[in-house]
């Protein structure tokens, strides 16, 4: 870590401005949240750089409270300062259903995590202290929309995500942080929600499916670790969208699998982020769909994009031809908008395979390094589009999301 990073971490208390100063040269939107406004009912303290600020401010507050260690400490008051980054890409002017003049920023959250997958990695953090600080920003406003659904399966969806005592101890600094006449009503929701993830034994972060992969592991001892991870991974998802109730219902619903089931893998990264080269090395026994490679073939050029609908097509075919026959297969692609990896991950539930979402995040330094290296090189144009643009995956998306993170090393 740079060393303003390593002071903060030790317990130092600078402000918002010092922090968008200190970080501007790898998180440049920090100096815009100054300039970027918001509704007056709802942040009567003004711009998005004067609420951070609160907040921030509140942060170290509730650190010094709750007597937080070093490293939950420096997640949560980073995650202060950068929890509203994404309004500097969706604030816009807008009319209600009233007709009357409003300042909104739809999924900022989602865009602000987005925005940070590759550029956090540049300030080299330990990685998981990387991922819990994009989960607090990524999720920072499913806290309500969980209380609303009030169900175990609800708050079990969101705890497998994102620690949750650390989310409602930065939405406590969020609220607190702001100038509305709902705040006081805000934070009683925050200490009902508290409750809720106390009742249900995920406060202090345990994990909330242990006990099922605990029982699914011992009752099928005898079979593979793939078709434990497949029993595991749809009975979580069954069991949060209202199917089942128990870790032995899963069990039961996934007995036909015994007779075999396909495996797919889909890679999700930015061009020139080292997908293939994985893929070549980790995945020699897999058939392999590529996108590149067919848009070779009905073209002649990896980068004509005219013929999309037709490699898609394609690409489509392949996939069910590997599926059907049960038959470990690979999409090879890009697939950083959540629209594209839906494809071939739907497709992959539909035909009962075990999926999994292999993700790569290296520091966004050493994509635009490698890539001219490579021997398709993509313009860079065309990778920064994709980094602007990519839709960062959760977890919740398959069966298995494995973020891999060997490009995240000490950044000379």
Not at 175 to 202: C, Q, T
Not at 256 to 284: D, M, N, Y
Request: charged residues 25%.
């Amino acid at each position: 870590m740079r060393p303003f990073l390593t002071e903060w971490h030790a317990g130092a208390r600078p402000d918002f401005v010092t922090v968008a100063e200190q970080l501007r040269d790898t998180l440049p939107l920090l100096t815009e949240l100054k300039t970027t406004p918001q509704d007056a009912e709802w942040h009567a303290e003004g711009d998005v750089g004067t609420h951070t600020h609160l907040v921030l401010q509140e942060a170290y507050d509730i650190a010094d409270r709750e007597g937080l260690m070093p490293d939950e400490r420096f997640v949560l008051v980073l995650a202060a300062a950068l929890h509203d980054l994404g309004k500097a890409l969706t604030t816009r002017r807008a009319e209600d259903r009233n007709g009357q003049a409003r300042i909104i920023s739809p999924r900022h959250a989602d865009r602000g995590r987005s925005y940070l997958a590759y550029r956090l990695p540049e300030l080299a953090l330990p990685y998981p202290l990387i991922q819990q600080v994009m989960a607090l920003v990524g999720h920072h406003h499913d806290l309500s929309r969980t209380l609303s659904a009030g169900t175990e399966p609800a708050y079990r969806r969101l705890a497998r995500q994102v620690g949750l005592r650390t989310l409602y101890l930065l939405e406590v600094a969020d609220i607190r942080g702001r100038v509305a006449p709902d705040r006081e009503s805000k934070l009683e929701d925050l200490e009902l929600f508290r409750l809720g993830a106390e009742e249900y034994g995920l406060w202090n972060g345990s994990d909330p499916y242990g006990p099922w992969r605990e029982l699914i592991d011992a009752e099928l001892a005898a079979f593979s670790a793939g078709y434990r991870d497949l029993v595991f991974g749809q009975g979580v998802m069954d069991y949060e969208a209202g199917l089942i109730q128990t870790p032995h219902e899963a069990i039961a619903r996934a007995y036909p699998a015994r007779a075999g089931f396909p495996q797919l893998v889909v890679t999700c990264g930015p061009s020139g982020a080292g997908k293939s080269s994985w893929v070549a090395e980790h995945c020699p026994d897999h058939a392999v769909v590529s996108l590149d490679l067919l848009r070779d073939q009905l073209s002649g050029k990896r980068a004509d994009q005219s013929v999309n609908g037709r490699v898609l097509q394609a690409a489509k075919e392949q996939l069910k031809t590997s599926l059907r026959a049960r038959r470990p297969v690979v999409w090879d692609a890009t697939n950083t908008r959540r629209d594209f990896r839906n494809v071939p991950l739907g497709l992959g539930l539909d035909y009962g395979a075990l999926t999994t979402l292999v993700v790569f995040q290296p520091p966004l330094h050493s994509i635009f390094e490698r890539n001219p290296t490579r021997v398709h090189a993509v313009p860079a144009s065309v990778v920064a589009s994709q980094v602007a643009n990519a839709e960062f995956p959760y977890v919740v998306e398959a069966h298995r999301t494995v973020t891999l993170d060997e490009y995240l090393r000490p950044v000379s």
